[in-house]
């Protein structure tokens, strides 16, 4: 699989991020792209990242060696359509989306099962859009390949070489695998911290003591309760029987546990914590998903004038931006006064080591 030409269907950020990492590890490629915004492909053209702004999907797109469809998950489908009369011999066809089954029956059902190979990169942000697409938002980060079954094992061996070499790490597997993997650990979550929220906003009284002294433990379980929710609709939608299923397993757990409360079972909750405690320990700190990782930390402080000033422009000196500082009000599981969120790892690190060196208590989870 010889790569000269790239194209793209959408340029938002996750799209623009493969864009621009493959500008920067691949500059002899050339990329063409399309997207309905006229003014975000002109900006990526002035700045390099794509060679050839496309004003439609259409034969132009007959150079291209591989293309990626970086459209909604509703969209993707369609072009699919629209790209199958002009692809090329030997071209991939690619998305990025977060689900993959609906694709993949749309591929075969357009007998393009020999040329096309689902891809979600495990990425993401709170931000969206070409302009916070960075080249580095795939490094590191798992991107999992889901090969349609006729493809040949040779394309699937070069394709997965061209992702590890924007410095991500591939994984393959079954599409429907996939799907019931991401049901379990990014999808079930979403729904369940989206119907806490809902029910402690219904449960709350008039005076909204709830939504007051609502804990961190409670703002940190619930923190992706905040995505967007046209994705997370398209998501469901898009993968409704492995996150029924998922849903079905996971409402039997809560009637067990229900029973075990009901008959006081102390050594069953007890169990039921510690499995808990044991397996999510030995998950490795790392972040997937359209939400990222928090960079955050906590610090002690004295309750006096200028305190957060001070740790600011400390932090400022050393080049730190923040993301934001919270007083915690409510410390039942909390250690400290303040919680501090950095932007990246780097930050996170630079921040701890400057604030250690001025004599702050830091505490890091």
């Not at 291209?64 to 030997?90: H, Q, W």
């Not at 709170?126 to 079954?149: D, V």
Request: include cysteine; glycine fraction near 6%; charged fraction near 20%.
């Amino acid at each position: 699989m010889n790569i000269e030409t790239v194209g793209f269907v959408g340029l938002g950020l996750i799209g623009g991020s493969i864009a621009k990492a493959i500008k920067a590890f691949h500059p002899e490629i050339q990329i063409m792209a399309y997207m309905r915004s006229t003014d975000t492909l002109i900006d990526a053209a002035n700045q390099g990242t794509v060679d050839m702004a496309c004003t439609a999907v259409d034969a132009q797109f007959a150079a291209c060696d591989c293309i990626f469809l970086c459209a909604p998950v509703s969209t993707n489908a369609m072009y699919l359509e629209r790209l199958k009369p002009i692809l090329k011999e030997g071209a991939v066809l690619t998305d990025v989306g977060s689900t993959k089954t609906d694709i993949h029956e749309k591929a075969l059902s357009l007998h393009l099962e020999n040329c096309f190979i689902g891809g979600h990169p495990m990425a993401g942000s709170e931000k969206t859009g070409y302009a916070n697409a960075k080249p580095h938002l795939i490094e590191n980060a798992y991107y999992i390949i889901t090969p349609a079954p006729q493809v040949p094992p040779e394309t699937v061996e070069d394709f997965v070489s061209f992702i590890s070499s924007l410095k991500a790490l591939p994984l393959v597997m079954d599409y429907r695998q996939h799907d019931f993997i991401t049901a379990c650990v990014s999808h079930l979550p979403h729904l369940i911290a989206s119907s806490l929220v809902n029910l402690v906003r219904d449960l709350d009284g008039e005076e909204k003591l709830m939504k007051r002294i609502a804990a961190g433990g409670f703002k940190d379980i619930t923190r992706i309760a905040s995505s967007s929710p046209e994705m997370w609709e398209q998501i469901c939608l898009t993968n409704a029987a492995p996150i029924t299923q998922v849903l079905e397993c996971y409402i039997g757990a809560l009637e067990a546990l229900k029973e075990q409360l009901g008959s006081r079972d102390s050594q069953s909750l007890h169990q039921f914590f510690e499995d808990s405690r044991d397996y999510r320990n030995s998950i490795p700190d790392a972040s997937a998903g359209p939400i990222k990782k928090m960079y955050a930390f906590y610090c002690d402080m004295v309750d006096e004038a200028g305190g957060i000033a001070v740790l600011s422009t400390i932090l400022a000196s050393g080049g730190i931006s923040l993301k934001n500082i919270e007083i915690i009000h409510n410390r039942e599981f909390e250690e400290a006064v303040l919680k501090v969120e950095l932007y990246d790892e780097l930050s996170y690190k630079k921040a701890v080591a400057l604030l250690r060196k001025y004599r702050y208590t830091i505490y890091e989870r």
